[in-house]
Each structure stands twice: as C-alpha cells, then as structure tokens.
C-alpha cells in the first residue's frame, strides 16, 4: 500500500513528523503515504464556515484541518497527531488564508486518540484535541450514534480544506470547498477491498474522479446536510477515478468524541 495510498496529511508535515519521531506510526510500512487541498473545488471563507479550524505545528505551518465541535474541542483524524505532543501542536480558527495573521491561534492542552488506531487504513481514524482557552467561533453539530441514515449512497456531502489542489499540486492558501456524493458500502469496498472497514469508514466522491481532497485535508470536516458526519482520512491519490476518498465514519465514534467533549 505504502506510495499507492496516501493519509491526507501534508508531505511537509510527514517529514517533520519522521524527523521528530522516528517510531510515529505514519512512518510504517503499513501506514498511508502522505496527505493533499480540496482537488476541483471552489475558494471559500472561515467567515461561511467558521468551524474549520487549520491544525498547524508550533512555528505555524499548517499540515491537517479539523472541526471545532465545542468552544474548546476541536475532531480531527489520529494520523494527523498521532507522535505529536499537546506543545507541538496548535489549532488557528477565523484565518481563511495560510499566510494571513488574523483569527485566533489556541494551545493544545490535551491530545486524545483512539486507543485501538494504528493507521489510518485500519479505522479508528479520530482524535480530539482539547484547547487551553475557548475558541470564539460558531461549533459545528456533529453526528450521534443513531444518524447512521446520513450515509445514503448519492447523498451530497460536502469537503473542505487546504491541501493540495492536484495530486502532485502544492498547498492553496485558500479554504477551498466541493461537493460530493456519498459512494455506498459495496461501491466502495470494489474501490478499496480489505482495506475498506465500513463499520469505522464512508466513502465520498464521483466515480470519474476530479473532485476530492488531498494531502493537507486530513482531519478536516465531511459535511452532510450542514452537520460533521465524517473526518477526512486516506484514499487512493486524489481525485482518481473509481477511488473516492475516505473518511471516518463519525456514527461510529460519535459517542466516544461526546466523552471527549464532556471531559
């Protein structure tokens, strides 16, 4: 799988990542190849969507996105933070643009991850980070247990994040978003085979590729109907066809992230 799958971290990030800790996870054979920005999208603002929070380093170069769940929660996918410290970490909100200075920079004070992840092609692809201060910006809903009807084949999702804009593109420096529909459980499992779990996964995208997200994307929010209803994760490239991306099936793990919240 390592060089045909990608988790949609940035390739910058990943190699920061190697360099600080060897042992990661993400470095492992068995892990995916590094993350991409919104492929085929359109630009959007924090200001439309102001739960989409950037997940940066400690210097501010933002690798994966999430989701402020709560005024000091923020969902994103364990490969995105697994080997990182709570320090090494920071979540930006309210800054449309990679390079801008406005919003709010928040501190991590605690970083939990699926006790049961190993890599992102295996499930359990979620974490919650938990900020030192509040964020001052609209939480998104999120998905219970009980929403699993969300997930009808051909219903529109939609994607959003800074990553890559073609599978060997650099980053955008805009939010950018898309629409996609939601690929049913076999659909998906033809794509992807063994490596498709559909009780921890969902499947997003067309079946002629062109629309999907990239490296820099993991850990952002899948929307479905306005509510978080996945966590993007991994896939096969970006934007090809008959490989739609993958997310973490946020039903699953809903109670869980509630725990968190509550915490």
């Known amino acids: 799988m390592f060089g045909l799958t990608r988790a949609r971290r940035t390739a910058a990030a990943l190699a ?40 940066t380093d400690s210097s501010g170069n933002q690798f994966c996105g999430g989701t402020l769940v709560a005024a000091r ?31 709010t920079v ?33 939480a998104a809903k999120y998905v219970s247990s009980t929403d699993t009807g969300v997930y009808t084949a051909g219903t529109t999702a939609r994607i959003l994040g800074w990553g890559t804009t073609s599978e060997s593109g650099g980053s955008s420096n805009q939010l950018r978003t ?13 794509s992807y085979g063994s490596d498709f779990v559909a009780s921890d996964m969902v499947c997003a995208g067309y079946s002629s590729g062109g629309v999907d997200t990239c ?16 966590i ?9 066809a008959g490989h739609p991306g993958v997310y973490t099936r946020l039903t699953t793990f809903s109670s869980l992230v509630t725990a968190q919240v509550n915490s």
């Open 16 to 55: 920061a990542s190697v360099a600080a800790a060897a042992t990661a996870l993400l470095t492992a054979p068995s892990a995916v190849a590094a993350p991409e920005p919104v492929v085929g999208g359109t630009t959007t603002t924090t200001a439309a969507y102001p739960f989409v929070m950037q997940i």
């Open 73 to 103: 929660k923020v969902v994103t996918a364990a490969h995105c933070v697994v080997g990182e410290s709570a320090g090494s970490v920071r979540v930006v909100g309210g800054r449309t643009y990679l390079n801008g200075t406005d919003g």
């Open 106 to 138: 928040g501190k991590v004070s605690r970083i939990w991850i699926h006790p049961d992840y190993t890599d992102a092609t295996s499930g359990d692809d979620v974490a919650v980070l938990t900020l030192s201060a509040s964020m001052p910006y609209t």
């Open 178 to 190: 898309a629409t996609v529909p939601i690929v049913s459980d076999a659909g998906c499992g033809t």
């Open 215 to 230: 490296q820099g994307d993991s850990g952002g929010p899948l929307l479905i109907g306005g509510v978080l209803a996945g």
């Open 232 to 240: 993007t994760s991994w896939g096969n490239g970006c934007a090809e």
